[in-house]
């Protein structure tokens, strides 16, 4: 209640501020002053509407009967609804960035994040600012970038090794320090910060929290005191880490490679081939497309029952790369298409079949959406819990008694297991488990990087 009371008042001063403020600088523009003096002058409360109503004409045009327009119904309406709205939406951020700075002073973790953010704001700034100093005086280049990472030092750095190349720099460069470039910059550099922010702090979290040996309780430390590989021993000596670890491998590899031929085969029959009911077929695919696959989970069950599937990992390979056609034959189709046909026919005249044409020409072309496909196929095993955990958690049929079960779950299902089952929790193993498969995943990314855009855009631009 009292936080609402005071975004009351809030509002309400700002407002009576703002009418104040646009109808005296309404009055001192009639009146024919421009001296920023006295319009800062008029914001002071009260006194500021005293005076701007007795200070004198200038304009022999104006008098009486313009100050009182201003003040007429038609005039202050809108400017009292603008005024409000501008208001509302102060108090709206001011309330976020009030709540963030008080917990900032009561709480550890908060102040951490505060304090990272300021001071990587500090260091955009501080480096923006070197390199337009850097090429005020002629110089560019990515080193004097480097420098700019100095705190407030970069500045001397530049103006001790770069002399200026041409006369007259020194006006120029005021103008770099002048408030309102060093505040917008503070602006966009302060988005910047957040989403740096809002990126490193969770990832920083999750290493902290693998080295920390916390078990039953979530740390509220980012980083912890005394860091320990006690988790990381424990994930693999008293868990069956590695047995989920070579079940997903085992999946996502069987699904890249299955699913990528397949699924690059049918494309190249619906991009080069005409045949009766091809239109359909492709209208099927992209029907089956929209719906999500839990839809099917019981007539999953259902099946994977039947033909004694249920708790085998690498059938699950059979629903993903069936989940996978739709969606990617349209994305390779589409790249296909836009390879000439020309050279099919130059190649069919030089006595090539079909089949040598699709290994010799058309699969060289198509490199980066088939690397794009498959590295996405391999990608899924990793990150499904869904499907594993709902029809690997069964024995096979004529299992013995004392069979364990969770030899044949996959990484997601395993990890999870770590948070979800009280009796086994250890944030700790799950934090340690989650980067040992993130690091290699983001490796493959950075790896194949240049074709997975070069896919993704190829694959889009036509279908």
């Known amino acids: ?113 505060v304090v ?7 260091l955009l700034l501080n480096q923006g600012l070197t390199v337009d100093f850097a090429e005020l005086r002629g110089y560019n280049d990515v080193k004097y970038g480097l420098i700019g990472l100095i705190p407030i030092a970069s500045f001397f750095i530049i103006n001790k090794i770069c002399p200026p190349k041409e006369k007259r720099v020194s006006r120029k460069i005021t103008k770099i320090f002048k408030p309102k470039n060093i505040i917008s910059r503070i602006l966009i550099q302060g988005q910047v910060a957040l989403m740096a922010v809002i990126v490193i702090v969770p990832v920083v979290y999750i290493f902290g929290m693998a080295f ?53 085969g049918a494309a190249y029959v619906f991009a080069r081939f005409s045949f009766k009911g091809k239109k359909a077929g492709l209208l099927g695919l992209l029907v089956l497309q929209a719906f999500p696959s839990f839809m099917g989970l019981i007539a999953m069950y259902v099946l994977f029952w039947k033909f004694g599937l249920l708790g085998k990992p690498t059938a699950l390979t059979i629903l993903y790369i069936g989940g996978a056609i739709p ?52 990608m899924g095993p990793w990150m499904d819990y ?6 690997l958690n069964y024995m096979p049929p004529g299992a013995p008694a004392d069979y364990d079960v969770q030899t044949q779950w996959t990484l997601a299902v395993g990890i999870f297991n770590f948070i979800n089952d009280i009796n086994n929790l250890d944030y700790s193993a799950f934090a340690a488990a989650a980067l040992i498969v993130g690091i290699p995943i983001a490796v493959l990314y950075m790896a194949f990087q240049k074709y997975l855009i070069e896919g993704i855009m190829a694959g889009a631009t036509k279908g």
């Open 386 to 391: 869904m499907l594993p955990g709902y029809l």
């Open 212 to 264: 920390s040996n916390v078990q039953s309780n979530v740390p509220n430390q980012i980083w912890p005191d005394q860091p320990t590989f006690a988790a990381f021993t424990r994930l693999f000596k008293d868990t069956k880490f590695t047995t989920w670890y070579r079940n997903t491998l085992t999946i996502a590899v069987i699904n890249m490679v299955a699913g990528t031929v397949i699924i690059t």
């Open 116 to 122: 990272t953010f300021i001071v990587i704001v500090f």
């Open 1 to 113: 209640m009292n936080i609402i009371i005071i975004m009351l008042i809030t509002f309400i001063v700002l407002w009576a501020l703002f009418i104040q403020y646009f109808s005296n600088h309404e009055v001192m523009k009639v009146k024919g002053y421009k001296n920023k003096r006295d319009y800062y002058l008029t914001f002071i409360p009260i006194y500021g509407h005293f005076h701007a109503k007795k200070m004198p004409y200038t304009l022999r045009e104006t008098g009486e009967k313009e100050y009182n327009y201003i003040y007429n119904r038609e005039q202050m309406l809108p400017r009292i609804a603008g005024t409000a709205a501008l208001s509302l939406a102060i108090v709206i951020l001011l309330v976020p960035l009030s709540l963030t700075f008080y917990l900032a002073v009561v709480n550890n973790t908060m102040k951490t994040l």
């Open 327 to 378: 969606g990617n034959l349209w994305l390779i189709k589409g790249f296909l298409d836009q390879i000439p046909r020309d050279l099919d026919e130059s190649a069919m005249i030089d006595g090539a079949n079909k089949l040598q044409i699709f290994f010799r020409i058309i699969l060289p072309l198509s490199i980066p959406i088939l690397t794009f496909v498959a590295v996405s196929m391999f």
